[in-house]
Each structure stands twice: as structure tokens, then as C-alpha cells.
């Protein structure tokens, strides 16, 4: 680790955030094997469909408890937009779409963000919600065949906000990957990326940088 690095995520952060990534691939695996006859050789992988189901299932509760966690640790800072910075952001896009020279600052989670992070509380809710009512069947089956188009738009639309959110966390925007596997960033990075969150953090003396001790706030005099 080299002396200087920003902690942006704690232990905790990632803990949530890779259960919850991980089970969210290993349900869009399994709910493939058993939604399309073609992926139906997962289930074969798995000793069969009836072994695919039970993996499917209990991998949904590890999501959804992760969902809760992910909910009750990032809503206050990733659940609301704040205007009118995060609008002037959007209407930038953020500056991957064309050059932008002096990008609106926003806090520790961006727009971009911030949209993923709800899309996954409310479709990840949704897909928990209906998952629960398919498994246990405790409705008519003329309202419980209802669930299932309900189940398969929360795959759809979290499955494209997935690899949109790769994709940023990778190559879209380099030096990202390591806050969700070390939890340490550049500098640069937090500079570049989050330039707010960076001031407000070293005003307060909660910045976390490697090898230095925290500073500690300026009392108002």
C-alpha cells in the first residue's frame, strides 16, 4: 500500500457489497437455467433443476438480507439526489459521454450512482417480494401467476443496470475498482471523482489517508 492512499470504504462497505453482487450473479445464473430451456444445462452443472431451484432460492435470501444491509448502510448518502448540483452533473453526464471542463462537484456518490443504487433497492425489493411469493405460493394462483412477468422485469432491469455498473466501475472509470477491494484510492482519483466528498472529509478530519494520522477539525473560534 502506497503511503498517501485515501481510505474510501471500510471492511463492512465491501462485505455487503460483494454478498450482494455475488448473489445477484449466482441468481441471474439460476433463474436463466430454469427460465429458458436453453440455459437448462446449469441445471444439470447443479445435479439438476430441482438442485438449481433450492440454489436459487437460498442464494435470494442471502440477497435479500445483503439488500438490507446495503439499504440501511449507503440510503443516506446514495438514496437521495441533491439539487441543484446533481442535476448540473446529469446534464453534464457526468463527463463520460464529452469532455467537460469543470465538472459540478457532488458528494461521495454521484448521479450515476445514486440511480443504481435505487434501481437495486426498489428491483431488488420487488424480486425479493415476488421470489417469497413464488417459493411459499400463499396466493391464488390466478394472482400468483402474476408475479412471475413482475419477477422477470426486476431481472431485466437489474440486469442491464449490472453490467452498466461494471462497466463504470472498470473501464469507464479507472482507479475505481480498488474502493470495493482494498477500500484504498488515489488521490487523484477521489480528486477527480468525488472532489466534494475529498474537501469535506479533510475539513472534518474524518479523511482516513495511509501512513498519516487523522487531522483533526478546526474548532470555530
Known amino acids: ?3 498517501g492512499m485515501i481510505k474510501a470504504t471500510d471492511a463492512f462497505e465491501r462485505v455487503v457489497h460483494w454478498s450482494l453482487a455475488l448473489s ?26 430441482r438442485s438449481l431451484k433450492y440454489v436459487h432460492n ?12 446495503a439499504v440501511r448502510m449507503w440510503w443516506h448518502e446514495a438514496g437521495k439526489f441533491e439539487m441543484p448540483e446533481d442535476l448540473e452533473w446529469m446534464k453534464a453526464a457526468g463527463g463520460y459521454l464529452w469532455h467537460v471542463d469543470n465538472m459540478p462537484e457532488v458528494g461521495k456518490y454521484n448521479p450515476g450512482q445514486k ?3 435505487l ?19 400463499p396466493l391464488s394462483p390466478g394472482l400468483l ?8 422485469l426486476g431481472f431485466v432491469v437489474l440486469f442491464a443496470f449490472f453490467f452498466v455498473h461494471l462497466y463504470l466501475g472498470t473501464v469507464g472509470s479507472p482507479g475505481s475498482a480498488p474502493a470495493m ?8 482519483w477521489a480528486k477527480k471523482q468525488h ?23 478546526h474548532s470555530a473560534h
Open 145 to 152: 401467476i402474476l408475479m412471475y412477468p413482475l419477477h422477470a
Open 195 to 217: 472532489p466534494k466528498w475529498l474537501r469535506e472529509t479533510e475539513e472534518s478530519g474524518s479523511l482516513e489517508v495511509y501512513g498519516e494520522e487523522k487531522k483533526e477539525a
Open 115 to 117: 440511480a443504481f443504487f
Open 24 to 49: 445477484c450473479i449466482l441468481l441471474f445464473v439460476t433463474g436463466l437455467g430454469m427460465m429458458f430451456h436453453s440455459f437448462n444445462f446449469i441445471g444439470n452443472v447443479m445435479g439438476g433443476l
Open 181 to 188: 477491494f482494498s477500500g484504498w484510492v488515489t488521490r487523484a
Open 119 to 137: 434501481a437495486v433497492a426498489v428491483f431488488g425489493a420487488v424480486m425479493v417480494f415476488t421470489g417469497l411469493l413464488m417459493w411459499f405460493q
Open 1 to 3: 500500500m502506497k503511503k
Open 58 to 69: 437460498f442464494g435470494g435470501l442471502v440477497f435479500a438480507v445483503s439488500l438490507v444491509l
